[in-house]
């Protein structure tokens, strides 16, 4: 008789523990709710004391709400940035096929750009998230890319931002990753000596890159910005009057148009300054740029009159 109730306990025993769980996360929902986020992580304890023993396919989803809980109050209410991570680690590593895994992965992405910068470890959680097809897989591809942009690795940052475009060619995120992969060629054209092949080479393709997004996204608020940059690589090359006509394009839509000014400004005295002695700089100033110019003080509400003023300064 005493081992049949021996049994029968063993039996039940998965089962209560279960129970006991959910009771522990109820309650701990309960304290968030009611702002008490200190008694909230004792019931999740609690809730994964309960279940310590217990290996069934039930008992792993509600150890993996238990740590995705935890780790959220730790993080989102009580701000322990430190905490959090660890226990979003502990998440990953004891349920890792679970959705709570997924979103930790997430999170704790950012924790450590963010608050640790430890860059690489967030490419790694990220890239791991990839792996599963998640229904956010072109945002987190972006965020992949641009970790590269920040970690100066502009050649992997161009490819990430390339397989982006390929592999989620309908998402949002595609005019994104194309002016981030012009801007990564860029960076790579300004990283090799003024004039050699590199140089070149990595410039005009930049510069490709800008024209692709402006001819597939012409509605795209990136577009004005692609053709500023276009002009800026221009510039970089030495060509400023090709480089001029490109601002006073990216001045009739840019948002900042007085930092096109500028440039266009900046572009203008680099000609001057290489003009002969023996020409009239006036005169090459009308001849160049002076129906530009006046187009770009136009776009930004001056007079025709005020242009022709300001291409004789």
Known sequence: ????????????APGCSRDSATDHLQRARDSIFEKR?????????????????????????????????????????????????SVYKELIAQCPESPEALEARVVLAELLRVHFRDLRGAIDQLTAALARN??????????????YFELQDYQQCALESRKLTERFATSAFVDDAVF????????????????????????????????DLIARFPDSELAPHAVFEMGKLKAEA?????????????????????????????????????????????????????QNHRNSLEAVGGSAEEASREGGD
Do not use: C
């Open 1 to 12: 008789m005493r081992r049949l109730m021996l049994v029968l306990a063993l039996a039940l």
């Open 180 to 211: 981030l992969q012009a801007q990564a060629l860029h960076m790579q054209a300004l990283q090799f000596s003024f004039g050699t092949p590199e140089q070149v080479r990595y410039r005009q393709e930049a510069s490709r890159t800008y024209a």
């Open 134 to 147: 998640p229904p956010q897989g072109a945002e987190l591809h972006y965020q992949v890319a641009k970790l």
């Open 37 to 85: 986020p200190d008694e909230a992580l004792v019931e999740y304890r609690k809730a994964l004391d309960t279940l310590r023993t217990d290996d069934s396919a039930q008992a792993a989803v509600l150890k993996a709400r238990a740590l995705k809980g935890a780790a959220d109050v730790y993080w989102l209410e009580l701000r322990k940035v430190k905490e959090a991570a």
């Open 238 to 290: 030495g060509d400023n009057e090709k480089a001029i006509e490109t601002f006073v394009q990216a001045l009739k839509t840019h948002p900042d148009p007085g930092m096109v000014q500028d440039a266009i400004s900046r572009a203008r005295r680099r000609i001057a300054a290489t003009t002969p002695d023996g020409v009239d700089r006036k005169s090459a100033f009308d001849h160049n740029i002076r």
